[in-house]
Nanobody
Framework: VQLQASGGGLVQAGGSVRLSCAAS??????MGWYRQAPGDQRELVAA???????NYAGSVKGRFTISRDNAKNTVDLQMNSLKPEDTAVYYC??????????WGKGTQVTVSS
């Protein structure tokens, strides 16, 4: 299984960034994004099931949108109205129907004030 993330970078507060993750090697029930800021634990940002049900962290609701293409096995995270506190390494995550979860390499998102 491989999860290949792309996107990220440096953006000013109020700006937007789109993260994309392409998964291969299995069929995934749930796909999502986590993030980890320095000194903090990794936390869920957003997740989406194959059926389209979504779950968002309270801090990103209304600003971030997760979407997926089941045919392509991809999951995207559109991040709008970014804040400095959104600065973190973002990780793609995917879970199979057997509840085996995989991680992609992180991608840095830095929001400057």
């Amino acid at each position: 299984v491989q999860l290949q993330a792309s996107g990220g970078g440096l953006v000013q507060a109020g700006g937007s960034v789109r993260l994309s993750c392409a998964a291969s090697g299995s069929i995934f029930n749930v796909m999502g994004w986590y993030r980890q800021a320095p000194g903090d634990q990794r936390e869920l940002v957003a997740a989406i099931t194959a059926g389209g049900s979504t779950n968002y962290a309270g801090s990103v609701k209304g600003r971030f949108t997760i979407s997926r293409d089941n045919a392509k096995n991809t999951v995207d995270l559109q991040m709008n109205s970014l804040k400095p506190e959104d600065t973190a390494v973002y990780y793609c995550n995917a879970g199979t129907y057997s509840n085996i979860f995989y991680w992609g390499k992180g991608t840095q998102v830095t929001v400057s004030s």
